[in-house]
């Protein structure tokens, strides 16, 4: 199977043509996520071809060199697309009383819902994340830092109404948040089917909970307050 890349006049009209139709684009990155999800979750990255997602997602295999270039390209981009996904989803989170620890809680339970839905990105953010050197420890790298940069806010949120421990690190806070949405996501998924949605962010959130000091007092203004 060759992975050549377009060459540059190619990819020039291109890019020109997909800033044209940014919905079809988009349509068809939405296809072939959801496409190379199903095949990367029976074998991996490494073991699926461009033919493959390219005819599950019911597109050309030229369709695909054309949007993305090659195999390598391809898969980067599908983890923006999912982390894209992701996001939308995690800054959606709301609730109504304005207490940025429950807020959190739905944030939290965005991502459950995510990795429910797309538990194969799970997999391949879990495998391949942490492998060194991976074929994409750069893509990895920024993307992990966009995810980071929204917890690290709701965290930050939650210190700005609630005391919290000083003696907990901000930085390891958001990474056992970040790492937890994925490892427990994915093992409900693989061997505790049986554990709720509520049960898997309760656990969660357990190690925000431990981070708040105390409550704050009934009748607080939540979108006012501030403690040192």
């Known amino acids: 199977m060759s992975t050549t890349p377009i060459g540059g006049s190619a990819a020039a009209s291109g890019e020109a043509d997909r800033k044209l139709r940014p919905g079809r684009t988009n349509a068809t990155k939405q296809k072939l996520f959801e496409a190379s999800m199903v095949l990367i979750g029976e074998r991996g990255a490494a073991g699926v071809t461009v033919d493959e997602i390219a005819a599950a997602a019911g597109v050309s295999k030229g369709t695909v060199y054309y949007?993305?270039?090659?195999?390598?390209?391809?898969?980067?981009?599908?983890?923006?697309?999912?982390?894209?996904?992701?996001?939308?989803?995690?800054?959606?989170a709301r609730d109504e009383t304005g207490d940025p620890l429950t807020a959190m809680e739905e944030m939290v339970g965005q991502?459950?819902?995510?990795?429910?839905?797309?538990?194969?990105?799970?997999?391949?953010?879990?495998?391949?994340?942490?492998r060194t050197p991976s074929e994409w420890q750069d893509t990895f790298t920024e993307?992990?830092?966009?995810?980071?940069?929204?917890?690290?806010?709701?965290?930050?949120?939650?210190?700005?109404?609630?005391?919290?421990?000083?003696?907990?690190?901000?930085?390891?806070?958001?990474?056992?948040?970040?790492?937890?949405?994925?490892v427990v996501g994915l093992d409900r998924q693989t061997y505790n089917p049986e554990r709720t949605r509520e049960q898997s962010v309760a656990a969660i959130m357990a190690s925000m909970r431990g981070y708040v000091v105390k409550r704050p007092p009934v009748g607080d203004d939540y979108s006012h307050a501030s403690h040192g």
């Open 143 to 182: 993307l992990r830092g966009r995810l980071l940069a929204v917890i690290g806010a709701a965290i930050e949120g939650v210190a700005a109404v609630y005391p919290v421990d000083p003696a907990v690190s901000r930085g390891s806070l958001e990474t056992a948040v970040f790492g937890a949405c994925f």
């Open 67 to 92: 949007n993305f270039g090659s195999k390598s390209d391809l898969i980067a981009q599908l983890l923006r697309h999912g982390v894209d996904i992701l996001l939308a989803r995690l800054l959606n």
């Open 111 to 130: 991502a459950i819902d995510f990795m429910d839905e797309y538990p194969s990105f799970a997999r391949l953010w879990v495998s391949e994340n942490w």
